[in-house]
């Protein structure tokens, strides 16, 4: 596997999923299917395994977007099709065979769970957006104004 992630030794050692298995896939892959016609003509879609390998690799590593290896798929790849499942809800049927499938062989402990994430600095340093002047206030009113020909 050829990343820049300078702990990418200490990852590939590790016994853990970081591809989907053949009989786990054959449950997957109906899931992960969108049926709408194809907007675009060109290139055929990425395999659908391949995304969801990279979407493992993603979750595991904790890296960021642009740190996916090129053997998966270019990040926006990847991230239109997260999209895509998020959208039609393939993603949280796939989610739930992964949780019975997971609960099946290891069992999941109900009573205690919890979820982590984290806050971190944009990465490279972006700033965002230039901020834009606001515009400048209207005058506030003196008083009333006098007609021309009103005496002072």
Known sequence: MTTTQPHQEQIDEQPTLWEVPDELWARLAPLLVIDKPR?????PPRDARVIF?????LARTGSQWSQ?????????????????????????QAWAVLLQEYGELLGIDWEWQLADGCIVKAPLGKRGLPE???????TPLTGAKRAVNEPF
């Open 39 to 43: 907007k675009k003509s060109g290139r």
């Open 53 to 57: 390998n990279a979407l493992i690799w």
């Open 68 to 92: 996916i290896p090129r053997h998966y798929a270019p990040k926006s790849t990847v991230h239109e099709r997260l999209k895509a499942w998020v959208k039609y809800g393939c993603l949280q």
């Open 132 to 138: 834009r002047e606001k515009p400048p206030a209207a």
